[in-house]
């Protein structure tokens, strides 16, 4: 059974850190592109980062520079290390495919960026 399990949000003060785990399911984890995607109340989805099997990775605009998207492959995780955080970086944080499957999507973990 497919699984993805994010984990690693929280409220955090504009220009904090954190960093968000995506534990998959070792069936997908060494085959698949894996991404992170966010969605901020009334907004659509987005696609945030990805990193394929071989550790390239892509990010979108907005978080270039303070981001960082990695994999550990001995844990079949994900991590998404987000610094210099924003107000506008507020969002539910969810894990997929670069491709996505809607079977695939978990619970999500909610990021707040607030004073």
């Not at 069936?27 to 991404?35: D, R, Y």
């Not at 907004?43 to 945030?48: D, G, N």
């Not at 907005?62 to 001995?74: L, M």
Request: overall charge positive; glycine content about 10%; charged content about 15%.
């Amino acid at each position: 059974q497919v699984q993805l399990v994010e984990s690693g949000g929280g409220l955090v003060q504009p220009g904090g850190s954190l960093r968000l785990s995506c534990a998959a399911s070792a069936s997908i984890f060494s085959v698949h592109v894996l991404a992170w995607y966010r969605q901020a109340p009334g907004k659509q989805r987005e696609l945030v980062a990805h990193i394929d099997t071989s550790g390239s990775t892509n990010y979108a605009d907005s978080v270039k520079g303070r981001f960082t998207i990695s994999r550990d492959n001995a844990k079949n995780t994900v991590y998404l290390q987000m610094n210099s955080l924003e107000p506008g970086d507020t969002a539910r944080y969810y894990c997929n495919g670069l491709r996505v499957r809607p079977s695939w999507w978990g619970q999500g973990t909610q990021v707040t960026v607030s004073s």
